[in-house]
């Protein structure tokens, strides 16, 4: 296929650079923005050659455009941006004829306009030049994705200081589901973000979390070992599946309010930090979150989100190893259900 050379544009922002795949975390001015110039589109165009009849169109589109992904390509078929004999395609998997002419308009995507700096009031409980801790409220996405490609902590943070455009997911190492509320380290250097990476992956990053379940637990204490993946029903949710990721959750019990119906006041600690851990080994054993309609919660004590709050968060300093420990209190929604449950909570 026979290409007319065009400048490619800049790739969308690469969230894992700059660290080894590996050792990531496991498994979260609007005025100057709106001013900006709409950016150049590389137009690019093709003849199907010969050797290229019966090939996918996405998969010639990845010969027209070699820098950018498949998925990446197929979001831009899927917007009307690519045209075969002056049609706009709609379907990746549509067969190519030779001597047909593709031509791809390389509009950036959502995703690709998704990491820019948005001010906000975060709630720093501490910073210094390596890193600081957040204290994210319940509403907040951590990280763009479709359907909340701004107004994340990642926009916020880009926005507050400049340093964090250089690191992958703006420093972030760790997430918290859109509405669990608490306690979030993230890295402001590379050095720190490569040390705090990999002290959660060793599991020396302790996390602690009180939450509200459903019906009345009846262990003091337990360890739940079971892991985590993709549930085979539902793509929205996560399960313990064979097969999934080893997942592990210490879990004890501070009081069973009556109710009715019981419900059950934990603190939680986290050994590993797979996808919404905590929310699925809870229901895995018959009790899931109040208001966690995803994993069977209903709302109850006034909660209308899951009654999930990161309440402690510990650390070596990645500088300099000093022993570092934060505290959050519970945010004014858990903090009135927490009060019906264990009238001496704060």
Not at 150 to 179: C, E, M, Q, W, Y
Not at 307 to 316: G, I, R, S, W
Request: with cysteine; net charge positive.
């Amino acid at each position: 296929m026979a290409a007319s050379p065009r400048p490619a544009p800049a790739a969308p922002p690469d969230a894992t650079a700059g660290l080894p795949a590996d050792l990531l975390a496991p498994d979260e001015d609007a005025a100057a923005a709106d001013a900006e110039p709409a950016p150049e589109v590389d137009h690019r165009e093709a003849v199907v050659a010969a050797d290229q009849h019966g090939l996918r169109l996405d998969k010639a589109l990845v010969a027209l455009a070699p820098e950018f992904s498949r998925s990446w390509l197929q979001q831009l078929i899927d917007r009307g941006h690519v045209r075969l004999d002056g049609q706009v395609q709609a379907t990746a998997s549509r067969k190519l004829k030779a001597g047909q002419r593709l031509a791809l308009d390389l509009v950036p995507t959502a995703e690709s306009l998704a990491f820019r700096p948005e001010p906000m009031a975060l709630a720093i409980v501490h910073e210094d030049a390596h890193l600081l801790v957040v204290d994210k409220p319940a509403g907040l996405v951590v990280h763009p994705a479709a359907g909340n490609w701004s107004g994340t902590l990642l926009n916020g943070l880009l926005a507050h200081h400049g340093g964090a455009a250089a690191l992958p997911r703006a420093g972030i190492v760790h997430r918290l589901d859109k509405d669990t509320s608490g306690l979030m380290v993230v890295a402001k250097t590379l050095p720190a973000m490569t040390a705090l990476v990999r002290a959660i992956a060793a599991r020396e990053v302790r996390r602690v979390y009180l939450a509200l379940a459903h019906g009345a637990v009846a262990w003091p204490q337990a360890t739940i070992e079971a892991p985590i993946g993709r549930d085979p029903v539902s793509r929205l949710r996560m399960a313990v599946v064979a097969g999934g990721k080893p997942a592990r959750t210490d879990v004890e019990r501070l009081t069973v309010w009556p109710g009715p119906p019981p419900v059950s006041a934990l603190r939680c600690r986290l050994h590993t930090g797979r996808t919404h851990q905590i929310r699925v080994h809870l229901a895995s054993r018959g009790h899931p979150l109040l208001a966690d309609a995803l994993y069977g919660g209903r709302p109850q004590l006034g909660l209308q989100r899951q009654a999930l709050h990161a309440a402690e968060l510990a650390f070596a300093h990645p500088a300099d190893g000093r022993p570092c420990a934060f505290q959050a209190p519970l945010p004014a929604d858990l903090a009135a259900a927490w009060a019906q449950v264990l009238p001496a909570a704060r």
